[in-house]
């Protein structure tokens, strides 16, 4: 009997993830979208799996973002694992992997940031002051980008989906948020 060899569609330019999105809209299927930096966990395989229970497709982007770490924060020690992430994604049977550039995604004239207020100013916000426009800013980049129907987040981090959900609403973008409860390791 044949084997079916399983791989994940490995995307790095944003050209081709939006033309990947499109062909999969033009053809009716619904698009699941699970941001991550990678390191992927039990937590995150569980948001793919929702995704993978409830979409036609999955796609699952890595991508440690520079604009949400301070100038002393941890960007450089960041744990990276692209290799152990793909078998992973893989496995799990995901359909695309969206994983850009740092010059892909904030050519060298990058110039703009959205920042939700307000709920941004509180506990982690205080602290990394960069954090949560950093956030904001790449979600959004990345939902332009990749076009998802239904995104999923875990719900242990509350006030990054809460600046999310703000996100979404305010700016009245087409993209339903899934809060999933989040399982660690
Ligand atoms: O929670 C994370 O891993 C990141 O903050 C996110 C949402 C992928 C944005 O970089």
Redesign the pocket.
């Known amino acids: 009997m044949e084997t079916k060899t399983q791989t994940v569609r490995e995307v790095s330019s944003i050209a081709e993830m939006k033309e990947v999105s499109q062909s999969f809209r033009k053809q009716n299927l619904t698009i699941g979208f699970v941001?991550?930096?990678g390191c992927l966990h039990e937590g995150h395989l569980n948001l793919v799996k929702r995704s993978l229970e409830t979409c036609d497709r999955t796609v699952v982007?890595i991508?440690?973002?520079p604009t949400?770490f301070g100038p002393n924060e941890d960007l450089d020690t960041y744990p990276r694992q692209l290799q152990s992430d793909i078998e992973k994604l893989v496995e799990a049977g995901v359909d695309i992997l969206f994983h850009p550039s740092n010059e892909e995604m904030y050519p060298t004239d990058y110039k703009t940031y959205v920042q939700v207020q307000d709920i941004t100013e509180h506990l982690c916000g205080t602290s990394r002051p960069d954090l949560f426009k950093?956030?904001s800013t790449?979600?959004l980049k990345?939902f332009n980008i990749v076009q998802p129907h239904n995104a999923f987040?875990?719900e242990k981090?509350w006030q990054?989906l809460a600046v999310?959900e703000a996100l979404v609403e305010d700016l009245n973008l087409d993209v339903v948020l899934n809060r999933v409860p989040i399982v660690r390791e």
């Open positions: 941001p991550t930096m982007s991508f440690i973002n949400q950093g956030v790449v979600v990345l987040f875990g981090d990054q999310i």
